[in-house]
């Protein structure tokens, strides 16, 4: 389906959805349902540096997932906005919370159930792999052929390979054709994590 024709045709609250995956005991520190454009995207940047401020390593691969995860909702989102600069952007949601020992992001947008078998089929094979086969499976991923989403989906290898955790997903569905996507993320705070 051509993006541009899903523009603005759901009626689904993807913040709600998000929220009912939350932990009860989370502080939430952001939330936003809307457009992912560029300047969004820095704007949030700016906040996690203000919510991160005592471990330079914790927030700096907080940073680079969010940095992964929100271009794909820009790129990627079946529900699209044209904003005031005539440019068309993905629709999603996020929230950024915290916990005791760490910091969660959970981030969704709607996605084509043709796309969508692709996506979990991916997820699970990334979910398979230990880490220096994701590093093999990332350079395979690079040298397929350029136009294809791939690139979302080198994405998702990165995102495993800083978080060292499996890809946490949620899918509910939406239509006979979409379904909302989510992936949530935790980094510890004192990132003594486990490896894959």
Avoid at 76 to 92: A, F, I, P, Q
Avoid at 164 to 187: A, G, Q, V, W
Wanted: glycine fraction near 4%; charge should be positive; hydrophobic fraction near 40%.
């Amino acid at each position: 389906m051509d993006k541009e024709l899903v523009k603005n045709s759901f009626d689904i609250d993807q913040l709600g959805l998000i929220k009912q995956l939350i932990p009860e005991n989370a502080k939430i520190l952001l939330e936003y349902e809307g457009p992912f454009s560029k300047e969004i995207i820095r704007l949030f940047s700016l906040k996690i540096s203000e919510f991160i401020k005592t471990n330079s390593q914790v927030y700096k691969k907080f940073f680079y997932v969010f940095i992964e995860l929100a271009q794909n909702v820009k790129e990627y989102s079946d529900w699209r906005s044209t904003l005031e600069d005539g440019k068309n952007y993905g629709v999603g949601a996020l929230i950024i919370g915290e916990l005791d020992d760490r910091f969660i992001l959970y981030i969704g947008n709607v996605v084509n159930n043709k796309d969508l078998e692709v996506l979990k089929k991916k997820c699970e094979i990334i979910n398979s792999l230990d880490r220096e086969s994701l590093r093999l499976f990332k350079r395979q991923q690079r040298n397929l052929i350029p136009g294809t989403n791939q690139n979302a989906h080198i994405g998702l290898i990165m995102v495993a390979l800083t978080t060292r955790k499996k890809l946490d997903i949620d899918i509910k569905p939406i239509d006979e054709n979409h379904s909302f996507f989510t992936l949530k993320i935790s980094i510890q705070k004192n990132f003594k994590q486990t490896s894959n």
